[in-house]
Every structure is written in structure tokens, then in C-alpha cells.
């Protein structure tokens, strides 16, 4: 056993974009009940029926597109286009649509809702009492689809929102977006990912013509690049249809840009940053080596999952250690540390092997060796049998969180999931896996 979860570690550290046990792979089978449909002009849905709650929907639009894609001369706008779609819409002009939905007891904030990230763009209107008020499934189709092609970003509009943006960034922007957005320069030199945090720079969201914002809008949002998702307590075959005669004509724009998943460079010499913030109380020090990221492709069969399955355990595993130095010493290296392997920072295409602790100021060699020394224990040895955290495998089996109870599981709880799928193509699994 002990081997074993050396061979393990071993191979996660030198390569995790290749299966470990490459010649069991065995694709995941798909969850039968999650309606799945690409239309014509490349728009992809997903529909799933569950009662819980009763005469509810959930309704999502993932867009597999965010600040990433801006020119210098956007920065900001995929954020800005976000909130334009709750300021005026072809069939819900004006406030008609936050009205609309609020009236039918959607809350916004609450149940209506989007978030901007480098990569992707999603939106949802939760909890919608389809049963109570069945016309708000049409209603809720057709936000999507505006949302997907029928924006106004009329002019008084976009110059109203410029100030509810400022004040996004005054208020919102605390010291680890500001540590960031030193930091990241630095950390992905020569890549897209240096400077495109969502939020932007104001000088472009104060100044920006409507053109630059309405370009990036019809260069983006278009259906190649859109999920549709939809779950809650309806007829699938009923909803099918609809989805289709509401999003099928849809165009794809002419000669359509390439999506670009920017790449992150590797580096012969270490990349050393340091920051600081007025903000920031404590020292946080994170210690990453870069390896290529797990190709979408290769994410739908059972090694990933045991891949995955490996990485949780050995992050406990290495907690564990952590905890357990901290508390028999009388003077701990760092108030707390951990290990694990996921996105190299924000980064789609590149992952990292990341070592993080937190620690005093006067304290940041000892943290720093302390985390290196244990990191480098573990590759060397492994860890012994009496490690493996023996009660947890179990809640942290994948395939268990998403088939355990399936029939009770809230709508709320599966896009999630779907989108998850939607967005990378990560498997949601619908039965265990025969794992030899
Ligand atoms: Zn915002």
C-alpha cells in the first residue's frame, strides 16, 4: 500500500495531464436522466427533470467565453456586458425584466444572478414557480435567449452603468485582487492572463465607446460558445421543444474568431513575486510547480476520477502532517499549511502542484523551508498505510457525491454539475464505475 501511494504522489507530481492507469480507462457513463442536445447552430442544452423543490425551474446560460477574450482596449467590458443584461433587453426593455421576474417572486441578487471569470460567463434565474406561474417558462426562455443575442446596450444605459461599475471597484476591490492584479504580471510573463481580471481598468470603463462594447458582444456571446441549462419540475420532452424553437435561429456570426484558450508559458528559472497590500493582515506564501493541464478530452473516463480520487486524499493526507506539526510544537513553523494539485492560479490551461501556508512576517523562511522540506519528504517516501485518511474515502468518492440519494438531491444543487459539463466537459457520472 505504502508503494502504491508513492507510485501515486510520484506520478501526480511529474505528470499529471497523463492517466495514471491509462490502459483501464473506461468512459463514465453519462447520467441518463440529463436530457443532452446540440442545435444546429452549435448551441448545446442540457435538461434534466427533479421535483425537489415541487413546481420549481432553474434556469442557466453558460457562455464559455469571459475577460480572457478582451482586447487592451476592452478591459473590463466582458464584466460590463454582464451586468448589461439586466438593463434592457429586446422583449424586456428598460427594468422590465428585473420587474418581471422580482414580480413573480424571483429576487435578484437572490435568485437572478451572473458572475464574469477569465474564461467563462454564466447567468441563472433560480426558483421559479413554473407551476404557479406556468408562462414563466416561456418568459424565462426568452431572457435567455435575449441574453444570448438580443441585447439593446442602449447608449443612456451603458453611461448609467459606468458608475455602478466605479463603484464595484472602489468598494469591492479588496487586497487580494489588488495583490493580484501586481502579481500576475509577473506570474503569467508574456501571457493573456497577465492583465485581464475582470473587473478591468477604469479608465477604460469610464471612457470606452458603446462600439467597443457592442464588438466584443457580437465577436463572443454566439451560440458555438453557449450552453443552455435547465432543471426543475417539468416535462423534458415539453421543455425540448421549446428550447429548440426558441434558440434554433439564432445565427452564428460570419467568419467567426477563433475561441483562443490561451497557453501559459513553462520556465527554465524560477519565477519569484512578492507583494504586499495595506489590507493584507497575514503572510501567505504559495509554492507551485507548473505541469499541463488535464485535456478536456481525457476528463470523461474513470481515470480522472481516480485521479481526482488521489489528489483529495493526498491533500488530507498532507493536512494531516500539517495540523499535527502545528499543534505538538511549541513555536509551529506557520499557523497552517496545505498541498494540492488544481489550477496553476487562475489559469484554464496550465495546473500546479501547489504548496500554501500561512505564517507570520518574521517567519518566512522557516514556513518556507518547512513547506518545501515536507513536500520534498513526501515525494521521496510517500505516505505509510496508517496515513490514508481511512473514514473519508467514502464522502469523497466522486461518483457517490453525485449518485448517493440522486432522487432527493435539490434542483439548486445540479447545475452546478451541469454547467460544470456544459463548460469543460467534466463527467457527471450517472452509476459507479466498475473500478478493477
Ligand atoms: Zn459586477
Known sequence: MKRIFKGLLAALLVCC??????????????????????LENGLTYYIRHNNLPEGQADFYIAQKVGSILEEESQRGLAHFLEHMCFNGTKHFPNNRLREYLENIGVKFGANLNAYTAMDETVYNINNVPIHKVPAAIDSCLWILRDWSDGLTLGEEEID?????????????????????????PLTFPGSQYANRLPIGTMEVVDNF????????????????????IIVGDFDVDQMEAKVKSIFSDIEMPANAADRIYYPVHDNKEPIVTIATDKEQQRVIIQYMTKHNAIPNEAKNDVNYLVMN??????????????????????????????????????????????????????????????LVREMERARRHGFTEGELPV?????????KMHTTNVARRKTRSMPKSTCAISLTTSPSPASKPNIP
Open 309 to 370: 480520487f488521489a489528489k483529495s486524499m493526498m491533500s488530507q493526507m498532507f493536512s494531516d502532517r500539517f495540523d499535527e506539526l502545528v499543534e505538538q510544537s511549541a513555536n509551529p513553523p506557520f499557523m497552517g499549511a496545505t498541498v494540492f494539485d488544481d489550477d496553476y492560479l487562475i489559469a484554464k490551461t496550465k495546473d500546479a502542484f501547489t504548496g500554501y501556508a500561512v505564517c507570520k512576517e518574521d517567519g518566512i523562511e522557516t514556513a518556507l523551508t518547512t
Open 391 to 399: 473514514p473519508k474515502p467514502i464522502t469523497c468518492v466522486p461518483w
Open 17 to 38: 495531464s497523463i492517466p495514471v492507469l491509462a490502459q483501464q480507462a473506461q468512459p463514465i457513463p453519462t447520467d441518463p436522466n440529463v436530457r443532452i442536445g446540440k
Open 209 to 228: 465607446p458603446y462600439k467597443a462594447l457592442r464588438d466584443y458582444y457580437e465577436k463572443w456571446y454566439r451560440p458555438d460558445q453557449q450552453g443552455i
Open 160 to 184: 448609467k452603468e459606468r458608475g455602478v461599475i466605479h463603484e464595484e471597484w472602489r468598494t469591492r476591490m479588496g487586497a487580494t485582487m489588488r495583490i493580484y492584479e501586481k502579481v500576475f
